[in-house]
Nanobody
């Protein structure tokens, strides 16, 4: 049974940092890309980052490049999203997701999703 469980969200002031975690189970991570997505109220789901399971290649949206960093230490089953320099516009529910047929930031290419974790950045 494929599962992805996010944690680490919360309330932070503008300029602060948070680290999100995504613990995956039920599949062999090295065959999957794991992406991070976010959705703010009234907006479409947006891809922010992805890490390849096979070679660790990283992908970032323009809106977070240089501020966010994705990692999978020791090629384990936990994927992190380190978020620095947070801005109020980063406020959203953040989801991790997995796919074995694609690498990148297109949400409709991902088959398995976590339940999401709320990130709120105050100004």
């Amino acid at each position: 049974q494929v599962q992805l469980v996010e944690s680490g969200g919360g309330l932070v002031q503008s300029g602060g940092s948070l680290r999100l975690s995504c613990v995956v189970s039920g599949f062999t991570v090295r065959y999957y890309a794991v992406g991070w997505f976010r959705q703010a109220p009234g907006k479409e789901r947006e891809g922010v980052s992805c890490i390849s399971g096979s070679d660790g290649r990283e992908y970032y949206s323009d809106s977070v490049s240089g501020r966010f960093s994705v990692s999978r230490p020791n090629r384990g089953n936990t994927i992190y999203l380190q978020m620095n320099g947070l801005k109020p516009e980063d406020t959203a529910v953040y989801y991790c997701a997995a796919t074995d047929r694609y690498e990148g930031l297109k949400a409709d290419m991902y088959d398995y999703w976590g339940q999401g974790t709320q990130v709120t950045v105050s100004s």
